[in-house]
């Protein structure tokens, strides 16, 4: 497989996922991960079972989830989306690292951070 073609499936993988899970459906979790999965993020556990049970109660499961952009090379998918919930309606920014291995997603690392009020974002967070 050449590097543009493996890119381009990698990123339909996670764009998949991503908005399946946003749409509620935490089994696409079970087809998209390995069952050797790696979490960077300190607190989650690795291992898919582990994970979807952890993310099926983090608010993360029950938020809305908008995506922004996406950005894939190779191995790595990359997505930065803004995550809101009623109790938190400014939300947070998103920026989630997927690395796939033969259209399974094999390890994560994210980055969040909370979207300030408008008036100290004036060019915006998204």
């Known amino acids: 497989m050449n590097e543009t073609s493996e890119t381009a499936r990698n990123k339909a993988v996670a764009v998949h996922a991503f908005n399946e899970f946003a749409a509620g459906n935490l089994d696409v979790l079970r087809t998209t991960l390995r069952d050797d999965f790696i979490e960077h993020s300190p607190g989650n556990p690795s291992g898919r079972e582990a994970f979807i049970a952890f993310v ?25 989306y803004h995550m809101t919930t009623d109790d938190a309606p400014r939300g947070v ?34």
């Open 56 to 80: 099926a109660q983090a608010p993360v499961a029950r938020a809305r989830l908008a995506l922004k952009r996406v950005i894939a090379e190779g191995d790595y998918v990359v997505m930065h």
């Open 93 to 126: 920014a998103v920026v989630d690292i997927w690395r796939l291995v033969d259209g399974q997603i094999a390890e994560h690392w994210d980055v969040v951070q909370p979207v300030p009020e408008d008036a100290r974002t004036p060019h915006g967070m998204f």
